[in-house]
Every structure is written in C-alpha cells, then in structure tokens.
C-alpha cells in the first residue's frame, strides 16, 4: 500500500496537486463543490489549519494519489471526515479504504469516539434523490437503493452507517446523507459510585 503521512502547507506541490484533485475527482458527480482551482486551494488550505487532520497518500517519487481531511467537533468528542478524495485513475484500488483507515487510527490517537460525513446525492444516484421525504425519512432511508455508484456503498465498507438524511439540502430533492461510525474503544464509566 501507499505510504500516508501528513500534508503541510509549507509542501506547495502537494497543496496545489491537492486543490487539483478535488476539481477532477468531482466534477462528474458533485460540480458545484469545488468548480475551479481558486475554490479547492481554499479547501485545502482550510483542510491544514491548525487542530485539523489532513493526511495524504503519496506515489513513488511523491505525487499525491488521495487525500483526507478531518475536522474536530463537539468539542473534540467526533471528526467530520471532510473530504476524501482519490484521483480518478487509481480509484478502486483501496487507496480511499486506506486513507479512511489511517484517519480513524489518527482519530483515536486523539481520543476521538466518532467519526461522521456527510454524502451529497445532487446528481441523482439514489433513491433518495428527486423523492419528497417529508414527512416520514426514516422508510426513505431504510429502503435506499444505490442507482448510479453513489459512495455511501463505498462508506458502509469502511463501516460507517446511515445516521440521518437531510432533505433537500442542496436544492429540492437532492439530501445530504449523513454517516457515522464509532473509532477506538468505548471508554469505561470512570464515576464512582457513591
């Protein structure tokens, strides 16, 4: 596998190789994320601000074949995986897996308990998009059905689970799909009984 290690700002190649990958690798399926160059270099320079997670799997020679941020939330009790990218000719060789891995042993490291994303379907590749959801989600979610190679198939391999759905968020019928897995081990109840 890869070697992964950590991206610096300071590695302007890899910063710029980054920002390169987020505009291919999304531009079928999710354009309005990161239309140009300008708005995926501030990706990943937000990606590298300080408390951030961002680690990148390299080539030999040092090219950038994918990367994976990690922003701390609730308080440092959960990462959002934000984002995972792979460039588009090496996907499907376990280099997403990887990357995803090594996040969540970087996670635990911090004593982070949970891991979650969000995965936009704005191009209509489950069964959720296009469909009113309201006022029931929940069968919605329960029933989904991967239509056009949609990555939250890709994410419940890894073992994330579907948490909840937002409908609608990028424009009617077209949800975020939020996932969510548990990292490292579940601290034991340290109150004393009294």
């Known amino acids: 596998m890869l070697p992964i290690d950590d991206l610096h700002s300071d590695d302007q190649a890899g910063v710029a190789q980054a920002a390169a990958l987020l505009v291919d ?4 399926h999710a354009p309005a994320a990161w239309p140009d160059h300008a708005s995926a270099l501030d990706e990943v320079r ?3 601000a300080p408390g ?3 680690r990148a799997a390299r ?10 941020g990690g922003i701390p939330e609730y308080g440092g009790h959960v990462l959002e995986l934000h984002p995972l990218v792979v460039r588009p000719d090496l996907q499907g060789r376990g280099i997403g897996r990887a ?6 042993r970087q996670a635990a490291a911090r004593g982070i308990q949970t891991l979650f994303l969000g995965t936009d379907d704005e191009t209509n590749r489950t069964s959720l998009a296009g469909a009113d959801l309201y006022p029931d989600v929940w069968p919605h979610i ?3 059905r991967n239509l056009r190679g949609h990555p939250y198939e890709f994410y419940r391999k890894c073992g994330f689970t579907i948490v909840g759905v937002l409908p609608d968020a990028n424009g009617r019928g077209r949800p975020d799909i939020f996932m969510a897995k548990r990292v490292g081990a579940y601290p034991e109840d340290t109150t004393e009984s009294k």
């Open 59 to 68: 080539l030999p020679g040092g090219a950038i074949a994918g990367w994976v």
């Open 52 to 54: 951030r997670i961002c």
């Open 99 to 104: 990357l995803v891995a090594d996040l969540e």
């Open 46 to 48: 937000e990606a590298l």
């Open 142 to 144: 329960a029933a989904i």
């Open 25 to 28: 690798a999304f531009r079928e």
